[in-house]
């Protein structure tokens, strides 16, 4: 299937590892010209180069902190000077810090609010102008797992992520007749660093190995294993497409089963 991707070109935040970076890299093999933006200028760069050398794709990399409303600007307005055009928009942000809802302190509320709720809204509202520009485009919101069901430790995640569910919700429906689709696509129990991070706190916890820990994860979900970020870039792969016409303002989980919920 031709995804209609050659020569777009995508904006991917926190793309020097996990899941930002495997949807990078394969949008990049589907001959998408990529911006990629972390923190990390060391690690931006080894991530940029491994997409050429797998791809032969055009990569830009970007260092700079997205928590900060001017690096937002200052990224789109970049990769539009770089490229000539924006067509799709993956918002990924670093994850709000672990805490649970009893004991969640200010700092870290407003680091959530900033970064897991605040950072979808800007980047969004920078790349319209761009997209409507271009006659239509594509947003694709990376989001977790916890917007269907709390994970221990993980209360700010849910908290701040269900107001990008609804805020998406809205945009989906100001901007479809721009051509403009708008989706969550929602990972769980993927192996990332985030995710280590989480099962290592939670072993801590329990007074186990992480091994195991890993191992009881991975038994909680449907097919009893853990996912590879690249199962869910393929799916942020096909909503960046131009077969994906006739969906938007829908949240997709991607974790084989994982979460049980009906609806």
Request: charged share 20%.
């Amino acid at each position: 299937m031709d995804l209609e991707l050659k020569d777009k070109v995508a904006i991917i935040g926190g793309a020097s590892k996990g899941l930002g970076k495997a949807c990078a890299a394969v949008l990049a093999q589907e001959g998408a010209k990529v911006a990629i933006c972390s923190r990390t200028k060391a690690d931006l760069e080894q991530a940029a180069q491994e997409i050429r050398n797998t791809s032969d794709a055009e990569v830009f990399p970007f260092a700079g902190d997205l928590d900060h409303h001017s690096t937002i600007q200052e990224l789109i307005a970049s990769t539009v000077a770089h490229f000539g055009r924006l067509d799709i928009l993956i918002n990924n942000s670093g994850g709000p810090p672990l805490a649970r809802a009893q004991s969640a302190t200010e700092e870290q509320w407003a680091t959530a609010v900033q970064r897991s709720l605040l950072f979808f809204a800007r980047m969004s509202r920078e790349a319209l102008p761009h997209l409507k520009q271009q006659g239509g485009g594509r947003i694709i919101n990376i989001l977790a797992s916890t917007v269907y069901q709390p994970i221990p430790n993980l209360a700010l995640s849910g908290a701040t992520r269900m107001g990008v569910v609804a805020f998406a919700k809205s945009l989906a429906d100001e901007v479809g007749r721009d051509g403009i689709l708008v989706n969550n696509v929602c990972p769980g129990s993927i192996l990332t660093e985030r995710m280590l991070s989480n099962v290592t706190s939670r072993a801590k916890e329990l007074g186990i190995p992480i091994e195991e820990a890993l191992t009881q994860r991975a038994s909680e979900t449907a097919v009893g294993r853990i996912g590879d970020p690249k199962e869910m870039a393929y799916l942020v792969a096909f909503l960046a497409s131009g077969k994906s016409s006739y969906i938007t303002g829908t949240t997709i989980l991607v974790d084989g089963g994982l979460v049980r919920s009906v609806l």
